[in-house]
């Protein structure tokens, strides 16, 4: 218990007195994210918070792990330097997907085959429990990437992405110190008192963004924990078994992970590639609907818990029953706010015509009505 205090309180009070520094220095060196047609702020704001988030991390976690207890912990340190200066040079230089791609791979790569980060068993999903070793190579690097892409697709407002993965580092963070897995729990929780400093600052309207320095940081993190949680909860020997632990760990990243797929489906649907801009984004939606940077952030969060009580509940039921109720919910949620959304732009562009000219077009073509009938 010790350590898991030591842990959160010391990379918060990293993270807390760094930002104020990093916000200076961003500013004396014009290291800004400049507004854009696609971006929904409309000032600069430095985006170098991941500096912050990963002192805090880094120096807690080195810290406050047990020493020895998990071997494969230096190679999670190792990816996580990894993926730390990939951010850091999209944040200050701009990088192009393909190359960022090729580091994600990398530091996949090491989580895999040097820090046992894999996943061997569906647990039931589809009928499928034990999975072959190069498909299970294939499947944990789709899932590694994929999730670690899913946390900087979704930092599109204010205080989501860290708001989310202040609630998945917490669950992942008590389940693994209730089981006895002390050195993922340090990480959940120092990774969550990192997060917690950074909120601070990035709340509406916020001071500095975590840029992808910080985005990818959490993505990667939250893809050793998944796989860890999976792993653990759903051996036949665990200390605190869960039925269907797939399924609990896609509902914990199922803001993210399923934003993350739609998008990826839609933008390859329409050939194009899976990590080109757009606006297609659900904080997109709810910002197109009116609502706050707050409220879009606060909705994110109760629909997380929402999902995360309904698989819990249902984990008796099984794996493939209780993804394809979750996908089913996501699905008419975005649905409706996609409805919504097109019923609001209607309006909007209604209302934009003023009435004077409503009259003026509906003379004229009352005009060419009557000519056409004299005719």
């Known amino acids: 218990m010790d350590n898991i205090l030591l842990s959160t309180a010391l990379s918060f009070i990293i993270t807390f007195f760094s930002i104020p520094v990093i916000i200076q220095v961003a500013k004396a060196k014009k290291l800004f994210d400049e507004p854009d047609e696609r971006k929904v702020h409309k000032t600069v704001i430095p985006t170098l918070g991941g500096l912050g988030i990963f002192a805090g991390y880094i120096v807690a976690s080195l810290l406050c792990t047990p020493a020895g207890v998990v071997p494969q912990f230096q190679y999670f340190v190792a990816a996580a330097i990894v993926i730390f200066f990939l951010g850091l040079k999209d944040d200050v230089m701009i990088l192009s997907a393909s190359k960022k791609f090729v580091g994600q791979l990398i530091a996949a790569g090491i989580l895999i085959k040097f820090g046992g980060v894999s996943i061997n068993n569906m647990h039931g999903f589809l009928g499928i429990y034990e999975i072959p070793y190069y498909a299970s190579v294939v499947f944990s690097f789709l899932t590694i990437i994929v999730i670690t892409n899913s946390f900087n697709l979704i930092d599109g407002v204010d205080g989501l992405a860290g708001s989310l993965g202040l609630i998945t580092t917490l669950i992942f963070g ?3 110190f209730y089981a006895g897995q002390m050195t993922y729990g340090v990480m959940s929780f120092s990774l969550a008192g990192a997060i917690i400093g950074f909120l601070i600052y990035n709340f509406s309207p916020a001071k500095i963004f975590m840029g992808d320095t910080g985005s990818l940081l959490l993505g990667l993190i939250n893809s050793i924990l998944v796989i860890k949680f999976i792993n653990i909860a759903g051996a036949a020997d665990a200390v605190i078994p869960i039925h269907a632990s797939p399924a609990i ?59 995360i009580s309904i698989a819990y509940l249902m984990r008796h039921l099984g794996t493939t029953i209780i993804i394809g109720t979750l996908l089913f919910i996501g699905l ?42 004299v005719e």
């Open 174 to 176: 008590s389940y693994f």
């Open 332 to 373: 008419s949620l975005i649905g409706i706010v996609y409805y919504l959304r097109q019923k609001s732009s209607k309006s909007a562009i209604i209302k934009s015509v003023s009435e004077p000219e409503f009259i003026k077009s509906h003379k004229v073509l009352s005009l060419a009505t009557e000519t056409a009938e």
């Open 249 to 307: 760990g896609f509902a914990i990243l199922m803001i993210p992970l399923f934003d993350t797929l739609r998008v990826f489906g839609l933008r390859i649907l329409d050939r194009r590639s899976p990590f080109s801009p757009d606006r297609i984004h659900i904080h997109h939606f709810l910002l197109d609907l009116g609502f706050s940077h707050k409220k879009i952030t606060l909705s994110c969060v109760l629909a997380t818990l929402g999902f």
